[in-house]
């Protein structure tokens, strides 16, 4: 067991050069990096590594990895710097409320609609607040953004599954992915269209072992279908949209992205299919108390979702 004076010696410089050598995967280049010597660096981890009386770090013939020990060790030293700065822009908050910066997580799809809706809001009444935008999967979101602090909270499809005991989840609306098509798409004018009359046209999708791939996969399987072989297969909307302006391509996109994103040329056909449902609502790390520009944000996206949550899916 570590003693109690042990933990006094540690330094937040001990954490710091700590998580630059596994960065980088090296002594001299954490070196290099924090402008001291190699044999510095070798001197303080085996200082630290002396403290705690445990192994931190593997050698071998490409540097250093952290042991599970090493791993545990970093894990708080991000959450302590992690406080630390939320400290100082809480500080900075205080003295002007209307300024500072929030992290935000989303995914695609979510910057391509809801979340822009909320920050133009926000940016309009406070100018100086600046937003920082992460976009990721939901899962990544949840499983790396969100744990390891590099965001304070994600908008997004909430995943199936989430780990219970760590992730907070503020509801905002139920939305639904419904077959799209460019403006001038040959099916946008067709009305009654059977889900079967569209399979073997060219689709735009994401991988199918994605979780949003099976999701689409279990749609059509449920409808007695086989999953169409996508033509294109990536996450990315602007490359999706793109090709859907060419008139030849189908895809599946979330209802609200469509009716939110007034600047995007983009259809929902009249497919006799009641979508693939998708919840949606602002994540963050439980027991973590959130900064005042988090709060404003929440209760910013939660006011605007109110009409999302009345509208449903009516096209």
């Not at 937040?12 to 995967?25: N, T």
Request: charged share 25%; proline share 7%.
């Amino acid at each position: 067991m570590i003693e109690h004076h042990a933990l006094r010696r540690l330094k937040l410089s001990d954490l710091r050069l700590f998580h630059a050598v596994v960065e980088r995967g090296g002594m001299a280049k954490a070196a290099v990096h924090l402008n001291i010597s190699q044999p510095a660096v070798s001197k303080a981890i085996a200082a630290l590594e002396s403290t705690l009386r445990v192994r931190l770090l593997d050698r071998n013939p490409q540097g250093v990895e952290p042991t599970a020990c090493g791993r545990a060790l970093l894990e708080g030293g991000v959450a302590v710097f992690d406080e630390l700065i939320k400290s100082v822009k809480q500080i900075e908050y205080l003295t002007d409320p209307t300024a500072g910066e929030l992290r935000i997580g989303c995914t695609e799809a979510g910057a391509a609609g809801f979340v822009p809706e909320v920050i133009g809001r926000l940016s309009e009444r406070f100018p100086r607040i600046v937003f920082r935008v992460v976009i990721a999967d939901p899962v990544t979101l949840v499983e790396r953004e969100l744990p390891q602090r590099k965001v304070e909270l994600a908008v997004g499809a909430v995943p199936g599954s989430l780990p219970a005991r760590e992730i907070e989840t503020t509801s905002l609306f139920d939305d639904r992915h419904f077959v799209m098509a460019g403006e001038r798409n040959k099916w946008v004018r067709r009305r009654n269209i059977k889900l079967a009359d569209l399979t073997e046209e060219p689709w735009i999708l994401p991988p199918p072992d994605s979780l949003m791939g099976t999701y689409i996969a279990e749609a059509f399987r449920s409808n007695g279908l086989e999953p169409p072989q996508s033509q294109v297969i990536s996450f990315s909307i602007p490359l999706c949209h793109h090709l859907l302006a060419t008139a030849r391509f189908l895809t599946m996109h979330p209802v609200v992205m469509a009716r939110l994103g007034r600047y995007l040329p983009l259809k929902r056909l009249d497919v006799d299919f009641s979508g693939i449902p998708r919840p949606v609502g602002i994540m963050t790390v439980k027991n973590r108390t959130l900064s005042p520009l988090a709060r404003l944000f929440i209760d910013c996206a939660r006011e605007m979702a109110k009409p999302l949550i009345k509208r449903k899916y009516e096209r």
